[in-house]
C-alpha cells in the first residue's frame, strides 16, 4: 500500500490584524503533582509580560516506542519519581538555547529542542522536559495572537474548525488502570452517537450515573480507577460490556441508534510474546495471536463493538494484520502503543495496513511539531483520529483544543468523573460555544 505524504508542516500566515508573537524571555519549571499524586513538570514560558503554562500527562499503560520521561531516580524523594533534573533541563539547557526566539516559530523551537537532545526517544533532555516547552510556547504564542488556543492552532495548521469530536468514555477501568478488578481489559468506553458534543457528552453522563445505581444494586464496588471510571471486580471481561448495554437501556436510550460500545484491549500487557498467544484470565480463555479476531468479531456483533483499540500487542504485526482484514470495513481498529504518535511506526502501519485509525497522545513524541506531522499523515491517508489523555492527568486541557483545532472524530478524556478529566470535557463545552457564537 502507498502512502499518501505531505509536506513538512509548515506554519501559515496568521490573519491581518494580529499583533506579531514576542520573542521569549524567560522561562520556569516546577515540579507539580499529576492525578496520580506522582511529580510532573509545569513550565511558564514568557514573552515580555505575556506569559502561558502547561504540564505534562504520564502513562501507566505505556508502549515500548514511546518517548522517555526523564526522571530524578533519587529514592529519597517520590520513590525516584522525582523531575528536578526535568526542569533543570528546561531551565538550563532549553532556555538557552530559545530565548529570543519568537513563540509562534513553533517548528524552529521544536526542531531546536529535538536536535538539543539528539536522541530517538528524547532520554537525554527527557520529553517530559521537551514537551512542557513545547505545548507552553503554542499557548504562548497563541495568547500573543490573543487568539484562542483552538483557533491558533486550527489556523497555524490549515483547519477550519467544523463539528467537536465524539467522546469516547471510559466508565469501567480495568486492566493497567484498575488491577485490583482482575479484568483483562483497560478501558470500556461508550460511544454516544448523534447530536452535538455537548448532547453527546450528556447522554454519556446519564448512562454512567445510571451504570453507578446498577453496580450498587448488585452488590459491586463503585470505587472509581485512575480515569474515573468505575472499577468492580467483575466475574469476567464481557461482563463489563453487558452492565454497559444494560445500562443505556435502562436510560431509555437503544443500542446502535443512540450509543455503540467500544474497547482499549492494551493487549500488549497480557501477550505471551514466546507462546505467541493472549491470555484472558478474566475469560478463562486463550487465543493464539492468528486467531483473536474470532474473538473481537463476537463482541462486535454482540455489543455494537464499533472501536477495537490495541486488540493485538504493540509488535504482534501478523495479528494486526489479520484483525485489520477481517473486521477494518465494518469497525475502527485504532493503533495506540503501535504508533505512540510517531510518524515512522505510522508509515509501517500504512504499509502494511494494520489498522485505520490512531491514538494521537503528545507525551508519547514528545513535541507539538512531531505529534502535527503524525496527524497530518493519518488524516490524509484517511485514518481517523481519536486525541487521548493519559492515566495520570493534571488539569492543563491543552488537548481539548487540540483535538478541535485539527477536526479529530474522537477524544478520550476518561470517565464524566475526576477534576482532571472534567477540566478538558468543560473545556470543549466553552469551544463548542465560542464556536457557534461566530
Request: hydrophobic share 40%; with cysteine.
Amino acid at each position: 500500500m502507498n502512502i499518501e505524504m505531505l509536506p513538512k508542516v509548515a506554519s501559515q500566515a496568521l490573519p491581518s490584524g494580529k499583533v506579531s508573537a514576542g520573542k521569549i524571555t524567560k522561562i520556569h519549571a516546577m515540579e507539580v503533582l499529576d492525578s496520580r499524586g506522582n511529580p510532573t513538570i509545569q513550565t511558564t514560558v514568557w514573552a515580555g509580560d505575556i506569559s502561558a503554562k502547561a504540564s505534562v500527562p504520564s502513562g501507566a499503560s505505556t508502549g515500548s516506542h514511546e518517548a522517555l520521561e526523564l526522571r530524578d531516580n533519587d529514592k529519597k524523594r517520590y520513590g525516584g519519581k522525582g523531575v528536578l533534573k526535568a526542569c533543570k533541563n528546561v531551565e538550563g539547557k532549553i532556555f538557552q538555547a530559545i530565548k529570543g526566539l519568537k513563540a509562534d516559530d513553533q517548528e524552529k523551537i521544536d526542531q531546536i529542542m529535538i536536535d538539543l537532545d539528539g536522541r530517538d526517544n528524547k532520554s537525554k533532555l527527557g520529553a517530559n522536559a521537551i514537551l512542557s516547552v513545547s505545548l507552553a510556547t503554542a499557548r504562548l504564542a497563541a495568547n500573543c495572537h490573543k487568539m484562542e488556543l483552538f483557533e491558533y492552532l486550527a489556523h497555524k495548521y490549515g483547519y477550519m474548525v467544523k463539528d467537536l469530536p465524539t467522546p469516547l468514555l471510559n466508565v469501567i477501568n480495568g486492566g493497567a488502570h484498575a488491577r485490583s478488578t482482575g479484568l483483562d481489559i483497560q478501558e470500556f468506553f461508550l460511544i454516544p452517537l448523534g447530536g452535538k458534543f455537548s448532547e453527546k457528552l450528556r447522554k454519556g453522563t446519564e448512562v454512567y450515573h445510571v451504570l453507578q445505581k446498577n453496580l450498587l444494586a448488585k452488590g459491586y464496588s463503585t470505587a472509581v480507577g485512575d480515569e474515573g471510571g468505575f472499577a468492580p471486580k467483575l466475574p469476567s471481561n464481557e461482563a463489563a460490556f453487558t452492565f454497559l448495554r444494560e445500562a443505556v437501556l435502562a436510560t431509555g436510550y437503544k443500542m446502535d441508534n443512540d450509543f455503540h460500545l467500544g474497547a482499549d484491549v492494551a493487549a500488549s500487557e497480557f501477550f505471551d510474546i514466546k507462546k505467541g498467544v493472549y491470555e484472558f484470565k478474566a475469560d478463562k480463555k486463550v487465543f493464539k495471536s492468528t486467531q483473536i479476531y474470532k474473538m473481537y468479531r463476537q463482541w462486535y456483533e454482540k455489543y455494537h463493538l464499533s472501536i477495537i483499540e490495541d486488540g493485538c500487542a504493540e509488535d504482534d504485526i501478523v495479528g494486526w494484520k489479520l484483525l485489520n482484514q477481517e473486521l477494518g470495513r465494518e469497525t475502527l481498529i485504532v493503533g495506540d502503543d503501535l504508533f505512540c504518535t510517531n510518524i515512522k511506526r505510522l508509515k509501517m502501519g500504512i504499509t502494511q495496513n494494520l489498522a485505520n485509525a490512531i491514538i494521537i497522545k503528545v507525551n508519547q513524541i514528545g513535541t507539538l511539531s512531531e505529534t502535527m506531522e503524525t496527524v497530518k499523515l493519518a488524516q490524509k491517508n484517511n485514518y481517523k483520529i481519536i486525541l487521548s489523555h493519559r492515566s495520570a492527568e493534571t488539569c492543563d486541557d491543552f488537548i481539548a483544543d487540540l483535538a478541535a483545532g485539527v477536526n479529530a472524530e474522537y477524544l478520550k478524556m476518561g470517565a464524566p468523573c475526576r477534576g482532571e478529566r472534567l477540566a478538558k470535557y468543560n473545556r470543549l463545552l466553552e469551544i463548542e460555544e465560542l464556536v457557534n457564537a461566530k
